[in-house]
Each structure stands twice: as structure tokens, then as C-alpha cells.
């Protein structure tokens, strides 16, 4: 795939100044970022730019950095150097209520408190819009309604969430980042330990809410084929540095897949979305007689 045709399907192709225009959204970026876990420097001098407005993809192996990275967007861990910037303001001089009412994260595996309901844990997304002196309110009440209704959950508001499927919470977690109603929401894994399709449910939620609500999404990702369906744009990550980035046809091609995962492969057009699929190539079909007609591929 030409990357004209693939920037028609991501109309936000590589990071640049008409993806960042102003007006389009927050401008959340990082720079000269060093994150650590005690002696382990895990990301170490990295800058990067988040797309406003957008759905972003982080991809990469294990460890190599995505969760660390998300976490220190999400100001959850604090860089030993560096910036994270929101709107030009370091995150770590926002205050926290101020914080949360513009940047909301959904981490790996989110566990509520035993018998909470999904209506009591979507109202917790209401709390950094409350203080002593406004508590809750009818705009409060519509916006718990409305993320129900978005993550279509209406009819099991009043169940125990700890009662509830896979998929179903992890809808419910998500209708309680969209009751937060903050313009850039950051979600780790939010696919993990769902069958195939709740995933795509899940994923088909993330993009109704950028499509229609204009919020930048930043997630990490496993599957690679996901990640180029859905995201506009894809930030491919190995050891703690960034590889590529850029419009999903830009950067997942078989150059760097093999780079960034040690994986051989070939690059064609996934039929339904005219997005790059990956097809891996393994030692028992190493000897595949002719290739499939690739796209986005590298030599």
C-alpha cells in the first residue's frame, strides 16, 4: 500500500505540523524523557508528540518500555530527567484535581472494590469535577447516564462489577473514564484477557469516542493488525526508544517488525480496512514458496 492510500484510511499519517494544528486539540508531548524503576533505567532521553485528536498506538515487545512511557504521560511515575508537557505546562506542576479533569488513564487489569456497582464506580469518574463546595450535581448525573449509554451498560448499571464478564468490565471501566470527560484518555492494554469479540468491541468503543468526542486516545497495544485498523497514528518502540513513528503504513512494515520484534514477516493489505496486515513467517513455513503481494513492506 502507496502511503497516499494509507493516509486516506488514517487521515492523521506522520507526526508533523498539520497533525498538530492548533485549535485541534491537547498538546501532550514529552521531552528528553529518562524513566527508571529504582537502578533500571528503562526509557532513557526520549521525545515524543502526541497526535491531538487522534488515536495513538504504542507497539513493541515486552518490556521494552510502552506501559513506562504511558505511565509517565499519565503523570502515575515521575521522570528522573526530562519533561512531560500538557498544553506547554509540565503535568508535574498541574494540580491534581486540574489534572484529572483533562487527562483520565485506565491501567493494566483495573480491580473495583468488592460489590461496587458499575453505576457507583462510572460516578467515580465524576470526582475531580466535585469539590467541598460543589458536590453532586444534575450535570454529574447526565454524564454517568450518557457513559452508560455510550458503552452501552444502561442494563447492568446496578450490577456488582466484580459479577460481571470479561468484556463487561472491562466496558464498565471505560464508561467511568468517559463519565470523567477529560479531552485525552490513556489506556494500558485495554484489549488484555478479552476474547476476540470483546476486543474488537472495546476497540470499536475507543474509536466512537474519538470520533465523535474528539478525545485524543493514546493505548497500548499488542496486537499489531489492531493497532493498524485502528490507530491514525503508531509509535513502534524497542528498548526504551522509539523506532518509528507515524500513519500505520509508514511504520508497520516488515523492516521494522522484524526490528522491533525479531519477527520475520510479510506486509499485505488487510481486506476489510485497507490497512496493513501482518502475516508472520515461522521456522515451519520459512521455505513459503511465493510472497503475498505486500504492502508497506521494506527491504
Known amino acids: 500500500m502507496s502511503s497516499d492510500t494509507t493516509n486516506a484510511v488514517h487521515p492523521a499519517g506522520p507526526l508533523g505540523p498539520a497533525v498538530l494544528d492548533a485549535g485541534a486539540g491537547p498538546d501532550l508531548r514529552a521531552e528528553g524523557l529518562r524513566l527508571a524503576y529504582d537502578s533500571r533505567v528503562v526509557v532513557d532521553g526520549l521525545d515524543v508528540a502526541i497526535p491531538p485528536g487522534r488515536i495513538t498506538a504504542i507497539v513493541g515487545a515486552n518490556a521494552c518500555g510502552k506501559s513506562t512511557l504511558l505511565r509517565a504521560l499519565a ?25 484529572a479533569r483533562r487527562l483520565g488513564i485506565l491501567p493494566q487489569s483495573p480491580v473495583a472494590p468488592e460489590g461496587l456497582t458499575v453505576i457507583d464506580l462510572v460516578g467515580r469518574g465524576r470526582s475531580p469535577h466535585q469539590t467541598w463546595w460543589r458536590q453532586w450535581s444534575t450535570s454529574d448525573e447526565q454524564a454517568v447516564h450518557e457513559a452508560l449509554r455510550a458503552t452501552a451498560m444502561t442494563d447492568l448499571a446496578h450490577r456488582a462489577v466484580d459479577e460481571l464478564s470479561g468484556g463487561q468490565r472491562q466496558r464498565a471501566w471505560i464508561a467511568m473514564a468517559v463519565a470523567q470527560e477529560t479531552p485525552v484518555l490513556l489506556l494500558d492494554e485495554p484489549t488484555t484477557y478479552l476474547d476476540l469479540a470483546h476486543q474488537i468491541d472495546v476497540l ?69 480496512s485497507g490497512t496493513p496486515m501482518i502475516i508472520p513467517i515461522g521456522r515451519h513455513h520459512d521455505d513459503a514458496s511465493e510472497p503475498v503481494a505486500a504492502t508497506g513492506t521494506a527491504g
Open 204 to 272: 470499536d468503543l475507543i474509536t466512537d469516542l474519538n470520533r465523535h468526542e474528539n478525545r485524543t486516545v493514546v493505548m497500548v497495544l499488542h496486537d499489531l493488525n489492531q493497532a493498524c485498523r485502528y490507530a491514525d497514528h503508531v509509535i513502534a518502540m524497542k528498548s526504551g526508544r522509539i523506532v518509528a513513528q507515524g500513519g500505520p503504513g509508514d511504520v508497520i512494515t516488515a523492516r521494522t517488525v522484524e526490528e522491533v520484534f525479531g519477527l520475520r514477516c510479510q506486509v499485505a493489505q488487510d481486506p476489510v
Open 75 to 99: 503523570r502515575l511515575l515521575a521522570p528522573r530527567a526530562g519533561t512531560v508537557r500538557l498544553d506547554g505546562r509540565s503535568v508535574q506542576s498541574i494540580p491534581t484535581r486540574e489534572l
